[in-house]
């Protein structure tokens, strides 16, 4: 049974950062395309970043690229998400997500996450708040 598990959020700052990460278990994070979402009260689940299953490609909503970042550690399963500049319309729950569909070893390895707001795996959350 594959899990993922995130951790790092907390209450910050308007301007702080913050870095979330993202175990991967039960089977190796490189099988995976991995991604992030985040959900703010009242408001549908939105896409935030994806990332190709070897790390070569990376993929961030337009709106947040300039602020966030993805990245991953295959030998440590892990998926990280440095989010920068952070704002109080950041607050969510931000989720982990795992897809292994047949583009995860391609160029589109962020389509099933990000246009069709799929993954096979889901973690539970992790609650940010950026409140002053």
């Known amino acids: 049974q594959v899990q993922l598990v995130e951790s790092g959020g907390g209450l910050v700052q308007p301007g702080d950062s913050l870095r979330l990460s993202c175990v991967v278990s039960?089977?190796?994070?490189?099988?995976?395309?991995m991604g992030w979402f985040r959900q703010a009260p009242g408001k549908d689940r939105e896409f935030v970043a994806a990332?190709?299953?070897?790390?070569?490609?990376?993929y961030c909503a337009d709106s947040l690229k300039d602020r966030f970042s993805i990245s991953r550690d295959n030998a440590k399963n892990t998926v990280d998400l440095q989010m920068n500049s952070l704002k109080p319309e950041d607050t969510a729950v931000y989720y982990c997500?795992?897809?292994?569909?047949?583009?995860?070893?391609?160029?589109?390895?962020?389509?099933?996450?990000?246009?069709?707001?799929?993954?096979?795996?889901w973690g539970q959350g992790t609650q940010v708040t950026v409140s002053s």
């Open positions: 990332i190709r299953w070897d790390g070569s490609g990376t």
């Open positions: 039960g089977r190796a994070s490189s099988d995976y395309a």
């Open positions: 997500a795992a897809d292994s569909s047949s583009y995860v070893t391609t160029n589109f390895f962020y389509l099933r996450l990000a246009r069709f707001m799929r993954a096979d795996y």
